[in-house]
């Protein structure tokens, strides 16, 4: 092994290694009784690898390789997804880039296109999941416009529609204006913003009275259709069934009654706009009302209303129309008014509620099989609590909204005639067949929204409707790993479309993963400047490009210079290479099954410093069994015997929190048994036993044995550096697999753990750190020697301090043990179990020097509290200054005031010698 760890070098070759050989194919182990599934969330094809991607591929390949080891035939299925709307608005910027539009292409040419920038530029993110380690069978990728998804997608869309399921019709949706398309509500980013609220007069027909209503979007009242007062507001019951004149209109509209209106906000009276509000549209449907659509689909007045505002923008519509209502005395006032605005995520246009002619999906008749699904406990929500979200969303499900005003999708299998009669049909055809010879039929225009075809995505994958082998085999798939915000959206609409076309649940478990955020809980983003990029982590980045990176195409000067000053503050040199072992591991250190994951650079130079010791102690291993010939078993010393007893406890362990799915108890199972264990106390209790003929043997035995296990073990959590390490002990170790993923995951052996072994190594390591301690405390060299006397009626105590002497003097640099049967004076004691320890002091140290730098040490950290203290007694500081700058402040107050107590102890145990 070379003398340093780099991962860059080993990540490289590995790479290629295992997938030049299959070791990631789904036909390993096919010969299992056991099957084991998992399906890639499809990321979009124009995506590239984000945290949160990162964070759950690893979680993915943790559980992949864990299976796969444990001997099941083992299938983690790839793929990605077209990404209707993000993959479209990439090509036409490229268009636009070349002074033209779609439009100028037609459609054909336009599909066309995408397709050659998809085989071009759409493997982004699928390279950088090889960058991460990820062992998903590349063989079986699959993309959700490849022709076999396809024809599933088209047979769904089909039946449903024959069975009155699928349906067209005209209701209200999220509207992008920009993109003229229809858009699902994970599309619309509500944030709050500050606006105004009208107070609008509306006159009483045939009275000279009126009510004020008061709206965030006056545009829309030439739209309204009513105004509603609660049945039970005594201020308006007299008014109910009368109508008011609608300003700037020719129309008549009703006061209605409906217990929906909130009678404490603003005057009590409600506009109500079915055609441009989603809550006024159900209040609409309640009473019958008509829905006036007075937008085009670019959000412009259309020419149901008055000449004066056709053709206007709607956001200049507002403005005439409160110049209008001002000299018409009908402005009661202008407020103020926070309010969350909805905006497209591609476009950052407002989203218009919009009434427009779309295909529907009759949910709720596929939503009960779903919602039983989970209470009968066939699918299981981990953690549980996100089954409550589940019942919540499905309970309450409303039609699904499944058309997009684009070009680049799944076109929908629908043709007209002239007449407007719809024919669904697999082709042209069959189409013409249903409609007659005679009929001229044209192609409806829409294409399926992207959710319509990751629905079919755990069974399409497998090659449903076709009976295949793979379907037989993985489906349904064991567990689904994804995020919290897609519940709805893609793991309901799995399950339901599951149940429905392939028989039974896609899925048995469901592991929503925590959302990852920076080090201080706030959520990554663009704006924020705090995003992290997983390779920038892998490689390092030099701190011009990490500020070059999170300024890109920034409008606004000043929060671009904000974000260059927080960066270059956080990391004034950069990011450091980590690799992508010290990465993966940090991510399973954080799989907790928190809600809120905070991810701070300190924990993966924590595991980075992780994957340096274990490559160190491998090398050591290496070191010492150079030129041995190992001969059999052995008889084990305590401390082997201590060894293998504490590994087989942490593979118990092990194996118990990956089937629970606790991934982050995993981590820090493995991380304490190869750091402390391992490292910390085998590696130096082997240091004397290697040097003792009778030990020897069984010592290198038991090195070899441990470390192999000890990589077997972390493979699935990092699978660059073990893989290494084992190609380099294979040879001595005498195993015959190529390849570490090849190799049985370890399981516990009873007949190994021995509790008397573990109780006097228990014992010894107390022993050593007892006197490390008193070293500390009377700040004694490390290097120096000196006499250890004992006092101990405990014949145990003394059995394990007589057995193991050797190892003892060694590891705690004694000159000598001495029993003794009475206590010695002018000495630092510690007492381990029921014996008493004594290191007599004279000749160690001055006691008067050592009572002075004592002194002088507690005088300069006073200095330093009382000056944390001030800072933080300044309510100017604590007001004014960030909140993370606040808490670097109080844990150095923290600090030192914990640094001052163990001086204060070290001051009063010298002074009483």
């Known amino acids: 092994m070379e003398k340093t760890y780099d991962p860059k070098v080993i990540e490289n070759r590995f790479r290629s290694f295992w997938e030049d050989n299959d070791f990631f194919s789904s036909n390993l182990n096919s010969h299992s009784s056991k099957s084991y599934c998992i399906m890639l969330p499809p990321p979009n094809v124009t995506g590239s690898l984000h945290m949160g991607h990162a964070f759950q591929h690893t979680i993915m390949d943790i559980l992949t390789r864990y299976h796969r080891a444990n001997g099941d035939q083992t299938l983690w299925q790839p793929g990605t997804d077209h990404a209707g709307i993000a993959t479209q608005m990439v090509v036409e910027r490229q268009l636009g880039m070349e002074s033209k539009t779609r439009h100028d292409l037609g459609r054909d040419k336009f599909i066309e296109r995408v397709w050659d920038w998809k085989e071009s530029s759409g493997g982004t993110i699928t390279s950088q999941m090889r960058r991460l380690g990820t062992s998903v069978d590349w063989s079986r990728e699959r993309f959700t416009m490849d022709e076999g998804l396809s024809d599933a997608v088209q047979k769904v869309f089909i039946d449903l529609y024959n069975e009155g399921l699928i349906y067209r019709g005209k209701r209200l949706v999220n509207w992008d204006p920009v993109l003229h398309t229809a858009v699902s509500d994970l599309e619309v980013i509500s944030t709050e913003e500050q606006g105004s609220l009208w107070h609008?007069?509306?006159?009483?027909?045939?009275s000279t009275d009126y009510l004020v209503v008061a709206t965030t979007r006056p545009e829309t009242m030439l739209g309204d259709t009513a105004v509603a007062v609660h049945p039970e507001d005594e201020r308006y019951s007299h008014l109910i069934g009368k109508t008011i004149t609608l300003p700037l209109t020719d129309r008549i509209v009703p006061i209605i009654a409906d217990d929906y209106v909130d009678r404490e906000f603003g005057t009590g009276c409600v506009k109500i706009t079915p055609a441009h509000d989603f809550n006024d549209y159900e209040m609409g449907e309640r009473h019958d009302l008509e829905k006036i659509n007075i937008f085009t689909d670019d959000a412009k007045i259309n020419d149901a209303v008055h000449s004066n505002y056709q053709g206007m923008d709607r956001f200049d519509a507002r403005k005439a129309i409160i110049k209008d209502l001002e000299k018409l005395n009908l402005l009661e006032k202008i407020e103020p008014h926070k309010l969350m605005v909805p905006r497209g995520d591609r476009t950052n246009a407002v989203i218009e509620p919009y009434l427009t002619d779309q295909w529907f999906v009759k949910v709720e008749p596929l939503a009960k099989p779903a919602?039983?699904?989970?209470?009968?406990?066939?699918?299981?929500?981990?953690?549980?609590?996100?089954?409550?979200?589940?019942?919540?969303?499905?309970?309450?499900?409303?039609?699904?909204?499944?058309s997009r005003q684009i070009w680049w999708g799944h076109r929908i299998p629908a043709w007209y005639d002239e007449s407007g009669k719809v024919y669904v049909a697999n082709n042209i055809e069959e189409a013409?067949?249903?409609?007659?010879?005679?009929?001229?039929?044209?192609?409806?225009?829409?294409?399926?929204?992207?959710?319509?075809?990751?629905?079919?995505?755990?069974?399409?994958?497998?090659?449903?409707?076709?009976?295949?082998?793979?379907?037989?085999?993985?489906?349904?798939?064991?567990?689904?790993?994804?995020?919290?915000?897609?519940?709805?959206f893609w793991v309901a609409r799995m399950i339901m479309f599951g149940l429905k076309f392939a028989g039974d649940i896609p899925f048995k478990d469901i592991y929503i993963t925590g959302?990852?955020?920076?080090?201080?809980?706030?959520?990554?983003?663009?704006?924020?400047?705090?995003?992290?990029?997983?390779?920038?982590?892998?490689?390092?980045?030099?701190?011009?490009?990490?500020?070059?990176?999170?300024?890109?195409?920034?409008?606004?000067?000043?929060?671009a210079e904000k974000i260059k000053k927080q960066t270059a503050s956080e990391f004034p040199d950069g990011i450091p290479s980590f690799g992508t072992d010290a990465l993966r591991f940090t991510f399973a250190a954080l799989a907790s099954f928190g809600r809120d994951i905070k991810f701070d650079l300190k924990r993966v130079e924590g595991y980075r410093n992780f994957c340096n010791k274990l490559w160190n102690a491998s090398r050591y291993v290496l070191m010492k069994l150079e030129g041995s010939e190992l001969k059999g078993e052995g008889t084990l010393s305590t401390s082997d015997e201590w060894i293998l007893s504490r590994l087989q406890g942490a593979k118990k362990s092990i194996n118990k929190h990956l089937n629970e799915y606790r991934i982050d108890l995993m981590a820090q199972t493995i991380y304490d048994f190869v750091w402390h264990d391992f490292c910390d106390w085998y590696l130096e209790l082997s240091k004397p036993l290697l040097n003792d003929p009778d030990t020897k043997n069984s010592t290198e035995i038991t090195l070899i044995k441990v470390l192999e296990e000890i990589i077997t073990l972390l493979h699935p959590i990092t699978p660059f550096i073990t893989?290494?390490?084992?190609?380099?002990?294979?040879?001595?170790?005498?195993?015959?697999?190529?390849?570490?993923?090849?190799?049985?995951?370890?399981?516990?052996?009873?007949?190994?753990?021995?509790?008397?072994?573990?109780?006097?190594?228990?014992?010894?390591?107390?022993?050593?750190?007892?006197?490390r301690q008193?070293?500390?405390?009377?700040?004694?060299?490390?290097?120096?020697?000196?006499?250890?006397?004992?006092n101990s009626n405990d014949s145990i105590d003394r059995l394990f301090i007589e057995e193991n002497?050797?190892?003892i003097k060694s590891l705690a640099k004694l000159e000598e043990i001495v029993f003794i049967d009475h206590e010695v004076s002018d000495s630092a004691m510690a007492i381990v179990n029921n014996t008493k320890l004594f290191v007599p002091i004279a000749g160690l140290i001055d006691v008067e020097q050592e009572v002075s730098r004592l002194e002088k040490e507690i005088e300069k950290n006073e200095k330093q509290r009382q000056q944390f203290a001030n800072k933080l007694n300044n309510e100017k500081f604590v007001k004014g200054a960030p909140k993370q700058i606040v808490d670097v402040e109080r844990e150095r107050l923290s600090a030192v005031e914990t640094k001052l107590q163990e001086l204060s102890i070290q001051l009063n145990k010298i002074k009483e010698l």
């Not at 609008?200 to 045939?206: G, H, L, N, S």
Request: hydrophobic share 40%; proline share 5%.
């Open 200 to 206: 609008m007069r509306y006159p009483i027909t045939d």
């Open 723 to 771: 893989e290494e390490i084992y190609q380099s002990i294979r040879e001595i170790s005498g195993s015959y697999e190529s390849t570490l993923i090849l190799k049985a995951f370890p399981t516990e052996d009873p007949e190994l753990i021995n509790s008397q072994s573990e109780k006097a190594v228990g014992f010894i390591q107390d022993f050593i750190l007892s006197i």
């Open 432 to 488: 013409q067949e249903l409609a007659g010879k005679d009929a001229i039929l044209s192609q409806d225009q829409d294409v399926l929204d992207t959710w319509f075809s990751s629905a079919l995505w755990p069974f399409s994958t497998l090659g449903w409707p076709e009976n295949t082998k793979e379907l037989e085999t993985f489906y349904p798939t064991s567990v689904l790993v994804t995020g919290f915000d897609i519940i709805f």
């Open 774 to 790: 008193i070293r500390g405390e009377m700040n004694i060299s490390p290097n120096k020697t000196f006499k250890c006397f004992v």
């Open 515 to 559: 959302l990852i955020r920076d080090s201080h809980g706030q959520k990554m983003s663009k704006s924020k400047g705090n995003v992290l990029d997983p390779i920038d982590l892998i490689d390092g980045i030099d701190l011009e490009s990490l500020l070059e990176k999170r300024t890109q195409g920034m409008m606004q000067p000043e929060m």
């Open 371 to 402: 919602i039983d699904a989970v209470k009968n406990g066939d699918i299981n929500f981990i953690p549980s609590n996100w089954s409550k979200t589940y019942f919540n969303w499905m309970e309450n499900i409303e039609d699904w909204c499944i």
């Open 805 to 807: 002497v050797i190892l």
